[in-house]
């Protein structure tokens, strides 16, 4: 079944550090996204993709954050420099279609700034 | 503001009963609803979803319910087995918000042997 794959699966970086977290998303997939869920908290948007440019983002995804869809597969989110309340576990997802269709996430990448 | 809440932050049920896990939300923009189950450590795994023009679906041992006129959704998982333990978020796409998800605080299932 496909997947969406994200990488790296654990990293912990230091405070004022620049990270970049890597998503696959399905291969057919035209639609992506980045969520995030702060430990014990719930899973809240960031930011989602389509054609080439952000087409929505919550008041979340400030000017620290960034995303790119480098080639045919890959899509990151990059932090620039990242602060202590960035730590949480940050879920890619991708959907074949827009709103009111099926969104698919991947395991998340937890991140620990320190 | 928009919010989407659930009433019961933990649910214990015996292996074999009938779960029915409850969230309410706010926004009746919202034109789509999805339920999700997470287990520790992993990301949300899609179960099933049901669109604002029904008001009920069924899946594989799941039932999803939606009370528009209450803002009300649940999620009845039949035969609940060990392997349903897990927490499980609802989440609702506004009309015209593209994939936009706004999450629940999620429900933590315990199903007891």
């Known amino acids: 079944e496909p997947e969406v794959t994200q990488t790296p699966s654990h990293q912990v970086t230091q405070m004022g550090q620049e990270v970049i977290l890597r998503c696959v998303p399905i291969?057919?997939?035209?639609?992506f996204y980045w969520y995030r869920q702060i430990l014990g908290q719930k899973v809240e948007f960031l930011v989602s993709?389509?054609?080439?440019?952000?087409?929505?983002k919550s008041e979340i995804f400030d000017d620290q954050f960034s995303v790119e869809r480098p080639d045919g597969s890959n899509f990151t989110l990059k932090i620039r420099s990242t602060k202590l309340e960035d730590s949480a576990m940050y879920f890619c997802?991708?959907?074949?279609?827009?709103?009111?269709?099926?969104?698919?996430f991947g395991e998340g990448s937890w991140l620990t700034v320190v | 503001g928009e919010s989407v809440g659930l009433h019961l932050p933990t649910l214990s049920v015996q292996e074999g009963d009938n779960s029915i896990i409850n969230c309410a939300y706010s926004?009746?923009?919202?034109?789509?609803f999805i339920w999700y189950k997470q287990e520790s450590g992993k990301g949300p795994q899609f179960i099933i979803d049901?669109?604002?023009?029904?008001d009920k679906r069924q899946g594989q041992r799941v039932t999803v319910l939606l009370n528009k006129t209450v803002k009300h959704l649940s999620l009845q998982i039949a035969a609940t087995q060990p392997g349903d333990s897990a927490v499980y978020f609802c989440?609702?796409?506004?009309?015209?918000?593209?994939?936009?998800?706004?999450f629940g605080q999620g429900t933590e299932l315990s199903v007891k042997p």
């Open positions: 926004n009746s923009a919202s034109d789509y």
């Open positions: 989440a609702e796409n506004p009309y015209n918000q593209g994939g936009k998800l706004i």
């Open positions: 049901i669109r604002s023009n029904m």
């Open positions: 291969s057919n997939h035209l639609y």
């Open positions: 993709f389509y054609n080439n440019e952000i087409s929505e």
């Open positions: 997802a991708s959907s074949d279609r827009g709103g009111g269709n099926t969104i698919y």
